[in-house]
T-cell receptor, first 114, second 110 residues
């Protein structure tokens, strides 16, 4: 069974803290994505990566950075968390070759910044 | 990527067909239409995709108009477990990114 695993389902952090959200996929997919989901706003793309050490900005990259040192792992970093980054964060992966467009999502990480 | 427009919410009686519309009037010739759904507290799940022709799989059917400016996702016999938010997306094959909108919240009523 294909799987995208996010390290934490729920996190509570304080303003100014550095936050790491980890995502691992076991499908050897080239593309990985980080979205955030907020009520009434749908899913918004933060960053994506199409290869190791490669990254591209999505719609809302401000306040975030990412790291892709290994193909299976894509990390989202909040250098200094703020209350407006309280959200559900979703990681996804996509196989480039074949290109059916089937994104596989993790279960999500709900972050609360106090 | 072209944008899509979906109604924010819809209701459907259990056992009836659910028809979810999507407008993508600025779609270009090499963009596919994809549908995903998200059940509460889970990550979105792929349903179906198509380019020009109508498509059917075990989950749903996708009807794309001849001018490709709109499409309809059909769940032939909706069940309570189909209650979810449904997202319609257009994307160029091979593109590395995928942009979601706000989707349609479908509620299946007993």
């Amino acid at each position: 069974d294909v799987k995208v695993t996010q390290s934490s389902r729920y996190l509570v952090k304080r303003t100014g803290e550095k936050v790491f959200l980890e995502c691992v996929q076991d499908m050897d997919h080239e593309n990985m994505f980080w979205y955030r989901q907020d009520p009434g706003l749908g899913l918004r793309l933060i960053y994506f990566s199409y290869d190791v050490k490669m990254k591209e900005k999505g719609d809302i990259p401000e306040g975030y950075s990412v790291s892709r040192e290994k193909k299976e792992r894509f990390s989202l970093i909040l250098e200094s968390a703020s209350t407006n980054q309280t959200s559900m964060y979703l990681c996804a992966s996509l196989k480039r070759k074949g290109m059916t467009g089937e994104l596989f999502f993790g279960e999500g990480s709900r972050l609360t910044v106090l | 990527d072209a944008k899509t427009t979906q109604p924010p919410s819809m209701d459907c009686a259990e056992g009836r067909a659910a028809n979810l519309p999507c407008n993508h009037s600025t779609i270009s010739g090499n963009e596919y239409v994809y549908w995903y759904r998200q059940i509460h507290s889970q990550g979105p799940q792929y349903i179906i995709h198509g380019l020009k022709n109508n498509e059917t799989n075990e989950m749903a059917s996708l009807i794309i108009t001849e001018d490709r400016k709109s499409s309809t996702l059909i769940l032939p016999h909706a069940t309570l477990r189909d209650t979810a938010v449904y997202y319609c997306i257009v994307r160029v094959a091979g593109a590395n990114n995928l942009f979601f909108g706000t989707g349609t919240r479908l509620t299946v009523i007993p």
